[in-house]
Nanobody
Framework: QVQLVESGGGLVQAGGSLRLSCAAS????????MRWYRQAPGKQRELVAY???????MYVDSVKDRFIISRDNAKNTVYLQMNSLKPEDTAVYYC?????WGQGTQVTVSS
């Protein structure tokens, strides 16, 4: 079955960086579009970025030029490099493949 395991969250000061990882299994990772979502307290879950099987990427406007999504097909892993973090980036970040979700990793940015 599909498994998605996120890691790399934590507490960081504004302006800092974190790199999230999502280790995937149970499907053919190399041909799959992978997505990162986030959900802040009291808000709806929102799409942050995706990377297609061919390497095309998309970002929500609020993270453009700060976040970078990438993938390593040899490791079945998708990454989210988050730079210049802001307090409004505080959320639980989730890895997604179709209707499958990881358990989430908490990112907290202090001002």
């Amino acid at each position: 079955q599909v498994q998605l395991v996120e890691s790399g969250g934590g507490l960081v000061q504004a302006g800092g960086s974190l790199r999230l990882s999502c280790a995937a299994s149970g499907f053919i990772f190399s041909i799959s579009t992978m997505r990162w979502y986030r959900q802040a307290p009291g808000k709806q879950r929102e799409l942050v970025a995706y990377v297609s099987s061919g390497g095309s990427t998309m970002y929500v406007d609020s993270v453009k030029d700060r976040f970078i999504i990438s993938r390593d097909n040899a490791k079945n892993t998708v990454y989210l490099q988050m730079n210049s973090l802001k307090p409004e980036d505080t959320a639980v970040y989730y890895c997604n493949y179709y209707t499958n979700w990881g358990q989430g990793t908490q990112v907290t940015v202090s001002s």
